[in-house]
């Protein structure tokens, strides 16, 4: 709906009309979400000049999800088995086997609406299709040939097609990419998916099967917007923060740049009105004559805000909002159309470190040190909502991250996921959708055609340069967007790649860094990424990686519940590791779902005895494995890194593999050594050197802070070997003292736990706590299986509406309660409750100790029961605490 050009500005000295004396052309949006019908175009004789009649019979339609995909709808309806449980994949025909009809389809709704006011206009938005669509209203055909592109919206002036009684009928044919891509178990199948603008990661990749239909849909959001013959898009907001700014504090004045597009959608008449905007008590206008089939880009004088308050990122500050209206009023004092933007004052540099040889963020004119993780999407069959996106989000935040990288062979996020990164603080550094492995980057066995030929994708060169303009004018508004990125391991072809740093993001946007690709000599200089598989804890202390690593992960399987819910029942036999072969002997089903080994490692806690078993040891392994990898990086920042960005977070499929939490959004412990080795204020051991080290993140000294090293012995026996007050400055990581002559000692014959604790003197109040648990002088893990069992009491108090505090206590048996895990469960099913929020999990309670902790849960459940697992206790199911 528009084009660019120059900006006309007229000024006026007069007041804005007010409110009360002010007609709007009637509702302003709303979403067509729910009453959607489907059936497979094969299935029908006729054209969507008749299906989009009113009254013509839907024959053989079922119900369809929408925003969805087709599979999304088929499992809806009970026609496939789930997907993502056993083996069920391979009972759904693929579409590069089965052929494009399999899955293209006619999606069926009907609305009840009409325009209301002389001279208004009713728009159909599609914020994204999947791949391409012919589109119908009321017998009449909206677009002469299919939109295209997965990531570009199609809006289509509906108002001379509405019927006149408001009873209407959408239809759309939606077809599938094509080719689809052979999904042969390559990175991305054959590559050919790439052809097209759209996904890559639904031909197959390591860490998940194919999607049978690619993703084939309406996926993301379908409105309807009523406007009068002016309308307004793109609203742009630019914020400018000068000089280097602490968080909690008055602040200098910021300052607002506000562009918007105005366009008069009239084919006659020429409209004179006032262009008007207001952002908390700040308001501006102008007077506007613009002809018709005309756009305008116009910009208000800058804005001065004073005492702004700011957006910071997480464990930095807080993160702060403000909403902005623009409206267009004419002559007759009615509303034409409004828009709304959300954003945040805050204001990015990108430098480079010459120490580190790095991209070094700077926020408010703070230095971030990136702890970040890697995204791919949330669901594979791409079922999405505000509270999954929220759960997601808040996870991230309780990891103790600060930035989530969107992985460019998926997709990109609907603006609701921004939403979220937006109020929990967490930073997106955005890929755009080409891949190493399918666009080129080197050469591949697996792929139809050599690396030239690949490089060229996709084939629609303008497509994809449109769709850019278009993502990048949906996203650029949100304060967590930081980074673009042009495409994983490889970069875009040259004259995509042109315009969109030479183009598009200097006219569009201009206020974030551009890497060219994700391992940009820009980004990073030196070494290389990764490991993605499991190390020794030593290895993340020793091997220097990317100064700023794009990619770093490694293993990530559920206990025992979350595996139960995708392994069938009869392969539910943990993997063996051949100690002879030095392998893993797996089941073919464990196979499919990506498991990657835990090696020798877990062997050093005990063969396990069962699938409980397995999984418990596994949980150790997880929460060392990433509290290892954070602190490593965190230990070294300035120094060695700049950040690093976890490879991945999540996996949006039953894969087990490389994630914090399970599909079905189950939090396993690496979640919770992300969450302990990444704490803003905090305390670790160097298992190298065998030094203690303490972490500030903060912009700002912490100068009361006792650091304390303690053992404790398998029989709950404390010695403290090492205490200092100290001084730790700003975004800084000292090292304090040695303990490697007393740990020794210590841990000779059976190994034994290191207690690392910081106390804030000025209040008594423990800042951190950190447990670690140290192998005997063999190398396995002796004392902790030898461990006596110890006794734990469990009780809540049910709080305001999913919302209770846990009290759980080592009542004694001069043994730790370790490594404590809690669940809720529903009274009357006994299933786990999904998702939950508390303040720590995976810990542990020295004997005679107890701890409250407050826990979230979705209003939905009443009075959940509360359990408790741990390495040497029995489960145990709360009591109501009485009062």
């Known amino acids: 709906m528009g084009r660019l050009c120059a900006a006309i500005l007229i000024l006026l000295t007069f007041p804005m009309f007010s409110l009360s004396s002010i007609t709007c052309f009637a509702q302003q949006q ?27 019979l839907l024959q053989g339609f079922m119900p369809a999800t929408v925003p969805g995909t087709v599979l999304t709808t088929l499992l809806n309806d009970h026609k496939i088995p789930d997907p993502f449980y056993g083996l069920n994949n391979e009972l759904i ?3 590069y086997t089965a052929g494009a009809g399999e899955y293209t389809y006619w999606f069926v709704k009907d609305f009840t609406d009409s325009v209301t006011l002389p001279g208004g206009h009713m728009w159909l938005t599609f914020r994204g299709i999947n791949y391409s669509a012919l589109v119908y209203l009321n017998g009449h055909k909206l677009n002469d040939e299919p939109d295209k592109g997965m990531f570009l919206r199609q809006s289509y002036d509906i108002t001379p097609y509405l019927q006149p009684d408001g009873h209407n009928r959408l239809a759309v044919i939606v077809y599938p990419p094509s080719p689809p891509g052979n999904p042969n178990g390559g990175q991305g199948g054959d590559g050919t998916i790439a052809h097209s603008v759209t996904n890559q990661y639904v031909a197959g990749w390591d860490w998940i099967q194919p999607i049978r239909d690619r993703n084939t849909g309406i996926w993301d959001k379908v409105i309807i917007k009523k406007t009068g013959p002016v309308i307004i898009e793109n609203t742009h907001v630019i914020t400018t923060v000068p000089g280097k700014r602490l968080p909690g504090i008055a602040q200098k004045p910021a300052f607002l740049k506000i562009t918007t597009e105005v366009e008069n959608a009239s084919d006659k008449d020429t409209i004179t009105g006032m262009l008007e905007y207001e952002t908390n008590g700040y308001k501006g206008w102008q007077k506007v004559t613009i002809a018709p089939g005309e756009m305008q880009q116009l910009e208000f004088p800058e804005v001065v805000i004073d005492s702004p308050r700011l957006w910071w990122p997480n464990g930095y500050g807080t993160q702060e909002l403000y909403d902005l209206k623009v409206r267009f009023i004419n002559q007759k004092k009615e509303t034409s159309d409004e828009e709304f933007v959300r954003f945040g004052i805050r204001e990015l540099k990108a430098i480079w470190n010459k120490h580190t040889n790095s991209r070094e963020l700077l926020v408010n004119g703070q230095k971030i040190f990136i702890k970040g993780g890697n995204r791919i999407l949330s669901d594979a069959l791409l079922r999405f909502s505000d509270e999954r996106y929220d759960a997601e989000i808040r996870y991230h935040r309780q990891m103790n991250l600060n930035l989530i990288r969107v992985w460019g062979g998926g997709i990109t996020e609907r603006p609701e996921f921004y939403n979220a990164c937006d109020k929990y603080g967490i930073m997106v550094l955005q890929d755009f959708w080409v891949s190493g492995d399918c666009n080129g980057a080197w050469d591949d066995p697996m792929k139809k055609e050599d690396t030239n030929a690949r490089r060229a994708y996709p084939d629609d060169h303008r497509l994809f340069i449109r769709s850019l303009e278009d993502q990048i004018k949906m996203l650029r508004n949100h304060p967590s967007l930081v980074y673009w990125c042009g495409g994983n391991e490889i970069r875009p072809p040259h004259d995509i790649l042109s315009a969109l740093r030479d183009t598009l993001l200097p006219e569009l946007d201009g206020t974030r860094f551009f890497f060219e690709f994700s391992n940009d000599d820009s980004m990073s200089l030196n070494s290389g990424d990764g490991p993605y598989t499991i190390q020794p804890d030593t290895f993340f202390w020793q091997h220097r990686s990317f100064p700023f690593n794009s990619e770093s992960g490694s293993v990530g399987i559920g206990d025992s519940t979350s595996i139960a819910r995708f392994i069938p029942t009869q392969y539910m036999e943990p993997p063996y590791y051949d100690t002879n072969k030095h392998s893993w002997i797996i089941d073919t089903v464990w196979k499919y779902h990506k498991f990657i080994g835990y090696d020798s490692i877990l062997e050093k806690y005990g063969h396990a005895a069962s699938l409980g078993d397995f999984a418990e040891k596994a949980q150790l392994v997880n929460y060392n494995q990433y509290r290892a990898l954070i602190e490593g990086a965190s230990a070294l920042m300035w120094d060695w890194y700049t950040g690093t960005i ?14 914090m939490y399970d599909v079905y959004l189950d939090p396993n412990a690496c979640l919770w050594g992300l969450h302990e080795g990444s704490k803003p204020l905090h305390a670790m051991f160097d298992p190298v050197k ?25 029989d709950g026996t404390f010695t403290t070997i090492s205490d200092s007050f100290i001084h730790i400055g700003p975004s800084k990581a000292t090292t304090y003292f040695g303990i490697g002559h007393n740990l020794d000692a210590a841990r000779y014959t059976a190994g034994c736990f290191l207690e690392l604790q910081m106390i804030d003197s000025a209040d008594n109040f423990v800042t951190d706590r950190n447990l670690y648990w140290l192998p005997d002088k063999n190398g396995n893990f002796s004392g902790l299986q030898s461990m006596a069992k110890a006794k734990i009491s469990v009780s809540v108090s049910y709080d305001t509406a999913g919302k209770l505090t846990a009290y759980i206590n080592n009542t004694g048996g001069n043994a730790m309660a370790f490594f404590l895990h809690l669940s809720l469960i529903d009274r009357n099913s006994g299933e786990r409750i999904l998702p939950i929020f508390c303040e720590n999990n995976y810990f542990s309670l020295n004997n005679n100790i107890g701890c409250a902790y407050y826990i979230e849960y979705p209003t939905t459940f009443t009075k959940p029961l509360l359990v408790v697992d741990g390495w040497n206790v029995d489960r145990t199911v709360s009591t109501e605490k009485t009062h």
């Open 30 to 56: 709303y979403e067509l979400n729910a009453g959607w019908q489907c059936i497979k175009a094969s299935d029908v004789n006729s054209d969507g000049a008749v299906i989009s009649l009113p009254n013509t």
């Open 93 to 95: 025909p693929d579409i």
């Open 690 to 714: 065998k030094r203690v080290i303490a972490v500030n993140n903060g912009f700002t000294p912490a100068t009361t802070q006792h650091l304390i090293a303690s053992t404790i012995g398998f």
């Open 646 to 659: 976890i490879w991945k977070t999540q996996n949006p499929w039953t894969a087990m593999l490389g994630q």
